[in-house]
């Protein structure tokens, strides 16, 4: 702060002033009347509260301000700015004002006071705000040294321009003791809006308000006190005592109430909210009241709540059940867990406080519980005597709301031998409960949301079969943020004919809703052309025109691969992914297929490859999207290398391979001070395990009639041989079947048909038609359309796809020892 008069800076020193808070509403009238205010203007908080604030603050002059302001006690200077306080009183005014004037008080004594007048804004019934002190009993020690009294002008300032700005600001919220903290903050932040008060001695020269009511007058007591500890102590008669002692030592019992109540609940928000965790949370909230505002806390949540599930609009009812979620208490240890068990559920009557509480949505005050009170609640609890530990004890029920919506409610109980609730426990147990229900909502939703996208990416991820025909399989899906479970990264296997196996893993680009509803546009389209049994760099070129046709913000990776365990071999076409590693079983050698790149998905008119790998069993293929091997800052030819190396490693399991190539990716990343990844991971390994020769039986017939029997007794004997007689029966009637089909629709060559073991029995007949074949509805008369009807019903799966040359129908049966 400079002067006016070119002298050094100097630091601005709070007026240590004390303040009158008044309050009033819409209508005029008085809403708040503080201890300062009371102590300057003569009437008590009951007969202030709810009068016209005109009739309790009567302006009958101002004093201007300025640099020709004259003498302060000058009275013929009065009559300029009264109108201006008056017409902030009647609500004329909006915008802040602030000045001196002449107020008479009822007891008719006229008062100098320096004013502040806020008009405010909001959802609560408060119009305007007025802060007064008495500027006759400003003492030198308030103002900076060399400042004349009559000098002194209120007005407005950024609190910002003073150091020690914000813990000016937090002080306001103690001018306003009666209100909650939520309606106080809501005031104080259109005060620091609007402006802070500040005591003007000139243009340059200003100091800020302390917010404090009445330092001063209780150092003044506190003096006087002390005298006469010593008067007594030597014997003397004591001093007179002031006439306002009795009233002021009540303002500073009032005023340490209120410090404590604030200081409680600021200390309480910083103990709940920790976490999103909904179960933690509810221990937070429990702990933080017992011992030092209740005894005993219990809490309730809706059971939809407690599920994460949605609940009907409109208050809870008497049928509405309340889920008991937390019980915290300083009895004896097991007094209450019989009696009221955490865990138990049950609905609250109409007739009973908490049914109140519940559908008001305000706080219920009990001071004392009756034998009567006592004996209706103890009815919910069955053969459970609950009246020994709530009779005759103070109870308060607060709401836990959020938006409007009881979520649940908190039983307070006090003991016997403490102080019973009061008006100002239940302001402190409304907002407690206040933020509460809000860190409530918050972990409620949070968990909520985290369950939904759970939800939607199991959904949208297939719940891979561990063994597949000649392979096994592990995946790994890991989100990249805990708060983002919802990513564009999949993997997949898909059963073909011919026992083969189509591995995929595809990556949508971005993150998040957008990208797994592509994602999951994308794999079940890959799915649908799997089962058309679509060469790799065929159906990639098909999944991209697709991708083009549905938008151009489509863009995906991908990598297709189809094993054929008969013949050992792998196909794969890669659509502008990461190279697979292939681990080989003669040697623990680790390689990457190189493979022609191709471009993502989405970009259109890139021709696709396919490359044929010959495999030997017991070879592993692993799969994974960028977000396992990239981090930003670090090439990905490190993560590659790293994914090359730990998949060679030897593991007890499939997945313990995979964990341990996610567990070797991370300790590189935060070796080389990348931290964590960002980025979804898919993985999937195969270990390519094959199918023996002796497992196979294949048979050219013949497209004769006669061959139909003749099929039918080279499955018996070969089931016979595999030790499989059991399958025997459904075996040979559904090979007679499609033989039968086959033979009547074949053209020209021989129809084939072939079996394979492989965990299960498969069954493939293969002819010349291409015409896919139908199930039909036969009635009792028709001649043609059963045969499928039979297949449908023995087979566990049964299937159709058309291949170069014609079409392939098979079926599969499981087998007597899996």
């Known amino acids: 702060m400079h002067s006016g008069t070119g002298t050094a800076p100097q630091s601005p020193v709070p007026g240590r002033v004390p303040l009158a808070v008044v309050v009033v509403d819409?209508?005029?009238?008085?809403?708040?009347?503080?201890?300062?205010?009371?102590?300057?203007?003569?009437?008590?908080?009951?007969?202030?509260?709810?009068?016209?604030?005109?009739?309790?603050l009567p302006v009958s002059g101002a004093l201007p301000e300025g640099p020709n302001s004259r003498a302060y006690g000058d009275e013929s200077v009065y009559d300029e700015l009264g109108p201006e306080l008056e017409s902030s009183l009647d609500g004329r005014a909006s915008y802040p004002a602030a000045g001196r004037a002449r107020l008479e008080t009822p007891r008719h004594e006229r008062i100098d006071v320096l004013w502040w007048a806020y008009p405010l804004v909001g959802p609560g019934p408060e119009r305007l705000l007025v802060l007064a002190a008495d500027a006759g009993r400003l003492h030198a020690d308030d103002v900076p040294d060399g400042h004349p009294l009559e000098r002194i002008a209120p007005g407005f300032a950024l609190h910002t321009d003073f150091p020690g700005a914000d813990e000016l600001a937090r002080g306001l919220p103690a001018i306003l003791p009666s209100m909650s903290v939520g309606e106080s903050a809501r005031i104080v932040s259109q005060v620091l809006e609007l402006g802070y008060p500040v005591l003007e001695?000139?243009?340059?020269?200003?100091?800020?308000?302390?917010?404090?009511?009445?330092?001063?007058?209780?150092?003044?007591?506190?003096?006087?006190?002390?005298?006469?500890?010593?008067?007594?102590?030597?014997?003397?008669?004591?001093?007179?005592?002031?006439?306002?002692?009795?009233?002021?030592?009540?303002g500073d019992l009032e005023y340490a109430a209120v410090r404590e109540h604030l200081e409680f609940l600021n200390e309480v928000s910083g103990r709940i909210g920790s976490s999103l965790d909904l179960s933690r949370t509810i221990t937070e909230v429990s702990r933080a009241v017992v011992p030092r505002f209740t005894d005993v806390a219990g809490t309730y949540l809706r059971e939809q709540v407690v599920a994460g599930e949605g609940f009907p609009d409109g208050p809870p009812d008497a049928t509405t059940m309340w889920h008991r979620v937390a019980?915290?208490?300083?009895?004896?240890?097991?007094?209450?867990?019989?009696?009221?068990?955490?865990?138990?559920?049950?609905?609250?009557?109409?007739?009973?406080?908490?049914f109140q509480c519940m559908t008001s949505g305000q706080p219920?005050?009990?001071?004392?519980?009756?034998?009567?009170?006592?004996?209706?609640?103890?009815?919910?609890f069955e053969k459970r005597d609950i009246r020994p530990l709530i009779t005759d004890r103070s109870m308060l029920v607060v709401p836990l709301k959020a938006r409007n919506v009881v979520l649940g409610f908190m039983i307070l109980l006090r003991h016997r031998e403490r102080p019973v609730f009061n008006d100002m426990d239940r302001v402190t147990g409304a907002e407690l409960a206040a933020r509460a229900g809000l860190v409530l909502d918050n972990a409620r939703m949070y968990t909520y949301q985290e369950s939904v996208a759970e939800t939607l990416q199991d959904s949208m991820l297939p719940h891979i079969e561990p063994r597949m025909p000649g392979c096994d399989i592990a995946t790994r899906y890991l989100p990249g943020t805990l708060l983002g479970r919802v990513g564009g990264d999949w993997f997949d296997s898909i059963k073909l004919p011919g026992s083969r196996?189509?591995?995929?893993?595809?990556?949508?680009?971005?993150?998040?809703?957008?990208?797994?509803?592509?994602?999951?546009?994308?794999?079940?389209?890959?799915?649908?052309?799997?089962?058309?049994?679509?060469?790799?760099?065929?159906?990639?070129?098909?999944?991209?025109?697709?991708?083009?046709?549905?938008?151009?913000?489509y863009l995906a990776t991908c990598l297709y691969a189809v094993y054929d365990p008969i013949a050992n071999e792998l196909e794969l076409a890669n659509a502008g992914h990461i190279p697979p590693v292939l681990v080989r079983a003669e040697d623990g050698r680790s390689e990457l297929l190189e493979l022609p790149t191709g471009a993502p998905i989405g970009v259109g008119g890139v021709p696709f490859e396919s490359v044929r790998v010959p495999m030997a069993p017991g070879d592993r293929l692993v799969m994974c999207t960028d977000g396992l091997v990239e981090v930003r800052g670090e090439d990905i030819g490190v993560g590659l290398a790293t994914l090359c190396e730990s998949a060679a490693h030897p593991a007890a399991s499939m997945d313990a391979a995979c964990d341990t190539i996610i567990r070797s990716l991370a300790v590189t990343f935060a070796d080389a001070g990348r931290g964590g990844r960002k980025d979804d991971v898919a993985l999937?390994?195969?270990?390519?395990?094959?199918?023996?020769?002796?497992?196979?039986?294949?048979?050219?017939?013949?497209?004769?009639?006669?061959?139909?029997?003749?099929?039918?007794?080279?499955?018996?004997?070969?089931?016979?041989?595999?030790?499989?007689?059991?399958?025997?029966?459904?075996?040979?009637?559904?090979?007679?079947?499609?033989?039968?089909?086959a033979v009547r629709h074949a053209r020209t060559r021989s129809v084939e048909v072939r079996l394979v073991r492989s965990g299960t029995l498969v069954c493939e007949v293969e002819d010349d038609d291409q015409r896919l074949p139908t199930l039909l509805n036969a009635g009792p008369g028709d001649e043609f359309g059963r045969g499928l009807r039979v297949v449908s019903a023995l087979a566990g799966e049964w299937g159709t796809s058309r291949t170069g040359s014609g079409k392939t129908v098979w079926f599969e049966l499981a087998s007597p020892r899996a």
């Open 364 to 380: 219920v005050l009990v001071p004392r519980i009756t034998e009567e009170m006592g004996n209706a609640i103890a009815s919910q």
């Open 501 to 553: 196996t189509a591995l995929v893993v595809g990556d949508v680009m971005g993150h998040g809703l957008n990208s797994a509803a592509m994602m999951g546009q994308l794999r079940t389209a890959v799915q649908t052309m799997a089962a058309l049994d679509l060469p790799p760099a065929q159906l990639l070129r098909n999944l991209d025109d697709l991708a083009q046709r549905l938008g151009e913000h």
């Open 26 to 56: 819409a209508s005029g009238l008085v809403s708040h009347w503080s201890t300062g205010a009371r102590r300057l203007f003569g009437p008590a908080r009951e007969d202030a509260v709810g009068r016209p604030a005109t009739d309790l």
């Open 201 to 250: 001695f000139s243009l340059h020269d200003r100091v800020p308000v302390t917010a404090d009511w009445g330092v001063p007058r209780r150092t003044e007591r506190k003096a006087r006190r002390a005298e006469a500890a010593r008067a007594a102590a030597a014997g003397l008669p004591a001093p007179r005592r002031a006439p306002d002692d009795e009233a002021d030592d009540a």
């Open 684 to 741: 999937l390994m195969a270990r390519l395990n094959g199918i023996a020769p002796e497992d196979v039986a294949h048979w050219s017939v013949a497209p004769e009639p006669a061959e139909v029997s003749r099929t039918r007794a080279l499955v018996r004997d070969q089931l016979a041989a595999w030790d499989l007689g059991a399958l025997t029966a459904p075996a040979e009637l559904m090979v007679g079947e499609l033989v039968t089909n």
């Open 327 to 354: 019980l915290e208490h300083t009895d004896e240890p097991g007094r209450w867990d019989d009696v009221v068990p955490v865990g138990e559920s049950m609905p609250f009557p109409v007739h009973t406080p908490f």
